[in-house]
Each structure stands twice: as C-alpha cells, then as structure tokens.
C-alpha cells in the first residue's frame, strides 16, 4: 500500500470519480476537485467509505487561480502532490462538420481541454519539482489520435493534449517526473450521454465503432489511469496509453 497523494480534477463523476476510487483502493490520500459542491462532497463521502483520506477542493479549471489554490490547499493536507491526473473536460456542443461549427464552441473547448490542463500541468510540476518527483496523467481521447466527423474541435483539443504530454515529458524526464497520457475509447458517462441526447449518434453506432462492439467502462479507464499514474510504470513517460476496445488497431 502506498501512502501518496493524487488529485484528480473534475473528480466528482464519470471517469474521474472512479480514478479517485481506484488511488483510494491503492491507499493513496485522494483530493478531487470539480466545480458543483454538492457532487463533491456526494463523492468525497463514497471515497472516505474505502478508507482513505480525501479532500474535496472546489475548482474550474479555466481559473489559473483556483488551480493555484487546489495545489496550496493539497500541500497543507499532506503536504506532496505524486499524482496529479488532468481528467476535468468538456465535449462542447455537436453542431455538424467543421464548416458548420462556431468560434464560440471551439474557444470553449480549448479553455476546459487545454487551457486547464496546461494551468494542472504547470502548477502540478511547479510542486513535484519542489518535491524531487510525480507523475502526471492527462486525459486524452481517441479523438486525440485521430479524426472523428462531427467532432473536429474536440478532437484538435485532445490532439492539443497529447502535445503538451510528450513536449512536457521531454523537458522533465531527467526530474523524476513523468508526464503520459490515456486516449480511452467511447465510456458511458454524462459527456456522452449528452452527445446520444443531441442526436448525433446512437449507443449503437458507437459501440460499432470498437472492434468489441461495446462502449469501455469508467473502470477500464481508472485501471489505465492508474497504471500510469503510479509506481507501477517507473520506465515510462510521454506515452499515450490506448484503452479503446481495439479502436486504433483498425
Ligand atoms: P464527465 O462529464 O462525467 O466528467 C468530466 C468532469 O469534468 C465533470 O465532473 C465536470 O464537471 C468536470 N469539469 C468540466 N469542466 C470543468 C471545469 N472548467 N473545472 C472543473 N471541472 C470541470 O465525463 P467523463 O467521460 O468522465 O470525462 C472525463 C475526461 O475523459 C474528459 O477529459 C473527457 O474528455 C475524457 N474522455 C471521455 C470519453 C468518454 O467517452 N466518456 C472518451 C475519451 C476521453
């Protein structure tokens, strides 16, 4: 068992909540963050049920200041920060091929997806700098490797991603931190479930897209996450990890 700190931002739901489970299951203290109080204490309460110590930090992520203070608090708890995973996004809205879509969606997108990762990124390094190591894991998506219609602004977003995950894991590989990504494939959570509402695809089709023909779990992901994030990985950084059902064996 290990006794290490990881965040998670946006840890309150979906992928993120069951990240948090995982590092908790692991004995790490766990610190989520997310922007809705309510959801953040409803998790925190399932989090402490493991064992672990935990702590919820309100935070957006779009607010170089409260990712400031996400670390700061963190620090005064338990004073180091091992694991920091960027899991906070949005899906923006479905509006059509590129040509139909609006500024106003794709400055949106890289606020949440790229900005805020590069404010977790930089403060998180800023720390384990100061503390002689980490690891960082961001969430990037199999729109980060390839294209995916109707969904060119996310998908240049999480392209944005893994850019600043193998530029940064090459500026700090010689600081014992390591710095990788996860490019899940399609997972049942709210981000999705608001796309199948739009109308834009059906669980099905997308289902169909994975050669095994099923959408991934928030637990295949957390597993993914953990891997990465943790001791168990120590010879590797500036990957992006790919757990998609066979998506980009295609
Ligand atoms: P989700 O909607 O359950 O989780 C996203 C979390 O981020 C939510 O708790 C949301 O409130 C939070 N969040 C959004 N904007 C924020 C902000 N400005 N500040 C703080 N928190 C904010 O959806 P899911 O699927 O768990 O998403 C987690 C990550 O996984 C995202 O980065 C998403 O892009 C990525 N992903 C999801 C896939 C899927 O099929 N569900 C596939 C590939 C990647």
């Known amino acids: 068992m290990e006794n290490k700190t990881v965040i998670v931002t946006g840890g309150s739901t979906g992928i993120g909540k069951a990240t948090a489970l995982a590092f908790a299951k692991n004995g790490y203290n766990v610190v989520i963050s997310g922007r809705n109080n309510k959801a953040g204490e409803e998790a925190l309460k399932e989090i402490k049920e493991t064992g672990a110590e935990a702590l919820f930090v309100a935070t957006d992520v779009t607010n ?11 620090k005064d708890t338990f004073k180091t920060i091992d694991v920091f995973v960027n899991n906070a996004g949005i ?21 949440t997806n790229v900005i805020g990762v590069f404010f977790g990124m930089k403060h998180a390094i800023k720390s384990m700098q100061e503390a002689g190591g980490g690891s960082i894991v961001n969430l990037a998506s199999i729109a980060g490797l390839n294209g995916i219609p109707y969904a060119a602004q996310y998908c240049a977003s999480k392209h944005a991603v893994v850019g600043l995950t193998k530029a940064a894991a090459v500026e700090y590989a010689t600081q014992g931190i390591r710095i990788n990504a996860i490019a899940p494939g399609a997972i ?9 509402e739009s109308g834009s695809y059906s669980e099905e089709t997308i289902a169909a897209i994975h050669p095994m023909k099923r959408l ?15 001791s168990e990985s120590p010879f590797m950084t500036g990957h992006v990890l790919a757990v998609d059902g066979g998506y980009n064996a295609q």
């Open 64 to 74: 170089e200041l409260d990712v400031v203070n996400l670390i700061s608090k963190t």
């Open 91 to 111: 899906a923006g809205a479905t509006e059509g091929f590129l040509a139909d879509s609006s500024e106003q969606n794709l400055r949106s997108l890289f606020e």
């Open 188 to 196: 049942k959570t709210d981000i999705l479930k608001s796309a199948i």
């Open 216 to 230: 991934g779990t928030v637990e295949d992901i957390a597993n993914g996450i953990y891997y990465l994030g943790s």
